[in-house]
């Protein structure tokens, strides 16, 4: 442990440097995240009202079978750009992880420290992003579970006029 010491002071090494490093680091990546966050909300904010929009526009046409594709054709398009734009919040988020870990990895070779020493920072940041993802999952599949339940209630209607018709 002298050694080490001996060898940080030989380097003019400073903590209090260190930390300053590391903290504007954590809060680089940490506003990277808020920028993530703040674009899933965005998305989250309007499901609601297309939920609706979508149900009342089948209700609708539920007797004339043109709307009624129309509709269905545009929730697939609908669900189709809400998978890839939340794809690529996670693209997002996992390169923010990967910058985040290559830094903080190169400030731990500057530093000539153990992980272990420092390893609550980065748990930090990383429980945040890994959080996260899995609620831009979780969005993903609601989407997918929405598209289904709206197809299987459009060919609901449209078996009635064919069958009827």
Known sequence: MANKDFDLFKSKFSFEDFRDNLEKEKEKYLKDYQSTITDFLSKVSTVPIQFGAYIVLLMKFVDDPLPLLATLVLIVFWSVYNWRAVEQLLDNL??????????????LKKAKLDEAEIAKDRGVVLNKIESTKSMLKSFNYLVCLFTLICFLYGFFFFSKIFCSG
């Open 94 to 107: 996992e390169y923010t992880r990967g910058q985040f870990n290559a830094n903080f990895d190169s400030l």
